[in-house]
Every structure is written in structure tokens, then in C-alpha cells.
């Protein structure tokens, strides 16, 4: 049997993701026939540079697409779900902490489109590098996703809702969670004039030996190398700054305590 394939789209929403979403699928080839937002400004400029309409109401969206992408806020996913008439039209959420099941409301074909990335409409992004993790209520359906996602993404991977929030918790760490490491160390600089162009080769590195490496294996520091002196001199710079002090007094007993446990196995 050859599954129907996807030829035409409309995106609901008209922020960071739904922006790179709207523009690989115009590169694709495959056609957005409406956007919709709450943020009919930004949703009114996505349609212009999708060719594609722009409609002012949920109640305006035609049943008439093959493929529904909610690239909304979390929070929003159920709202719209709920909202949206589509008959069994396949639609999808791109959320990585939401369940497929929470679109049972507005269709009996839906899914997940997760792409592993952080988004921000002014940087562009390679769509062959990003890990997109795929999810439908059934076999057919998600073979229509891999097959409509391939078109834009190189690496395409079928993952349930429960791994996915681990994948997302982990995403966290590695992102969210360092970027505002990175905030700090910034805000320590800069209190002392120092430029933070100078951290960058730094960063580029530490990040660069995760690719071939094992993060416990290439730790460093004075954590890792239990140099209380050198421990003490950082909390005495960070005295002005308690909660600075605090995080980097939590982060090196954990590493301490990490490479204990690793020296007994």
C-alpha cells in the first residue's frame, strides 16, 4: 500500500520554532496554506515570507491540509487541541515534555514532531544536523512523519513520549542549565572589566571534546583535582556574590564526589 504523503501544512504559531519549521518546510517544496497565532503581528509577517495565508481566528483554519503543526507553548498544546476542527486530519505538537496523547481531542491521527534544538528566529539552523524524534498512534501515521521529515532532516529517529521527557530533562542540563553558567561567568567579567570575548576559545573546546569524548572522562579543575587551595581562593573572590558562591560550592562537591565514586568502581 503507498501511505497518502504530505503535501500541504498549516502551522499554528508564529514564534522561535514555528518560524524554522515554516521556513524548511518552504524549502522542502511542500506548501503552507495558512498560519495561525495568537500574535497576529509576527503571524501576519510568517505568512508573508511563507507565501502562505494568514487567518485571524482558530475557527478560520481549513480542514482541507494534510498535516497540522502546533509549534506553541506547552501550556497552550491542550487549549488547542481542544479548539481546533480538523476532522482526522494528522496533526502534530513539537514539544518535548507534552504527551501525543493530549491531541486525541482534535484528531484520531496524531503525533509528535520534537526537533533536538534550541531555536531562535534571528540564527539560522541546519535542519541535516538536529535529531528529530518522531511519535504517532499508530504504525501508518509514523511513516508518514518519517517519510514527510526526511525530506528536511537527516537524522529522523521514532521515540516514545516517556523517553522523550528524559530527552528533554536532559536537554536541559546541557543547555538551559550551562547557558546560564555562562551568564555568570559573563557577570563575573564584566564586574571586574574584563572582556568575556576571552572565555569563548574556552568554551568552543570544552564543547568540541564532548563529541569524542565522555563528559567524566574530561573533566577537569580544582574539583576534580580535590585543590582546596585553590577552592578556597574562588569562594573569598566570590564573597560578594552569595549565591555565585553557593553554586559553585554545590557544583564542586558534586564533582568531587562524582570522581570519588568513579576512583572506587
Known amino acids: 500500500m503507498i501511505l497518502p504523503s504530505i503535501e500541504t501544512v498549516v502551522i499554528v504559531g508564529s514564534g522561535n520554532v514555528a518560524t524554522h519549521f515554516a521556513e524548511a518546510i518552504k524549502k522542502s517544496g511542500k506548501k503552507i496554506i495558512q498560519i495561525y497565532s495568537k500574535h497576529p503581528n509576527s503571524a501576519k509577517l510568517l505568512s508573508l515570507e511563507t507565501n502562505s495565508a494568514f487567518v485571524k481566528s482558530i475557527n478560520e483554519i481549513t480542514k482541507e491540509a494534510d498535516l497540522y503543526i502546533l509549534a506553541i507553548n506547552d501550556n497552550a498544546i491542550y487549549e488547542v487541541a481542544s479548539s481546533i476542527k480538523i476532522d482526522n486530519k494528522l496533526i502534530v505538537h513539537t514539544s518535548g515534555t507534552v504527551s501525543a496523547a493530549v491531541l486525541h481531542k482534535a484528531s484520531n491521527n496524531y503525533g509528535v514532531i520534537y526537533p533536538l534544538q534550541t531555536f531562535s528566529k534571528s540564527s539560522p539552523v541546519d535542519w541535516k544536523t538536529i535529531p528529530v524524534f518522531i511519535e504517532a498512534n499508530n504504525k501508518e501515521n509514523e511513516n508518514i512523519l518519517i517519510s514527510f521529515m526526511k525530506i528536511i532532516a537527516a537524522n529522523v529517529t521514532v521515540m516514545s513520549s516517556e523517553k522523550r521527557k528524559i530527552l528533554h530533562l536532559s536537554a536541559v542540563f546541557v543547555n538551559n542549565f550551562v547557558n546560564y553558567l555562562y551568564s555568570i561567568a559573563e557577570d563575573i567579567m564584566q564586574s571586574n572589566k574584563i572582556p568575556f570575548e576571552y572565555l569563548k576559545p574556552l ?63
Open 203 to 265: 568554551i568552543l573546546e570544552t564543547a568540541n571534546k564532548i563529541i569524542t569524548n565522555n563528559p567524566v572522562d574530561i573533566q577537569t579543575g580544582p574539583a576534580k583535582r580535590e585543590d582546596e587551595k585553590t577552592i578556597r581562593k574562588h569562594l573569598e573572590l566570590l564573597s560578594y556574590q552569595k549565591d555565585y558562591a553557593d553554586i559553585y560550592s554545590y557544583l564542586t562537591n558534586m564533582i568531587i564526589k562524582k570522581h570519588e565514586n568513579k576512583a572506587k568502581q
